[in-house]
């Protein structure tokens, strides 16, 4: 939840404990609510991509970004700030047609924000700390 908690944003979305299991706090402390802003402009970007292999458009494959950033939302607080430039790529290898364009491509929007949400909590969860660099989560939770 917050930088000095163990908890994930991105809990309800977790599969097979991929990031330790913890779910949300039985209650969620107030701090957790505090967005708190570190760095400089620039300092705080999350690049993603997300791949599919149905066979979009450029403006479905754009939306399907638009869609997925709401996974850097699902795990990062706050996000979209004016201290990043937090964006989504998406591509389409085509192999798949869609049946029915508007709802598939929503279904996959939803699907790519709640993997992408897991990608970062994922990520924050196996990172090593490098050095030099500020401590990684496992060596402030021991995980």
Known sequence: MSASGPHFWAAPFEIDREF???GFPATLPPAALLPVAKG???ENTTIAI???DA???KAQTKELAVMAQDGLARALYPAHTTL??????????GRRPLADAVNELTELGAVAANVL??????????AKT????????????GK
């Open 20 to 22: 330790g299991g913890l």
């Open 40 to 42: 400089r402009p620039g």
């Open 50 to 52: 997300v791949a599919t």
């Open 55 to 57: 066979a979009l458009t």
């Open 84 to 93: 990043d430039g937090d964006t989504v790529f998406a591509v389409a290898t």
């Open 117 to 126: 949400a897991r990608a970062v909590a994922r990520g924050v969860f196996e």
């Open 130 to 141: 490098l050095p030099g660099g500020p401590p990684s989560w496992r060596d402030c939770h």
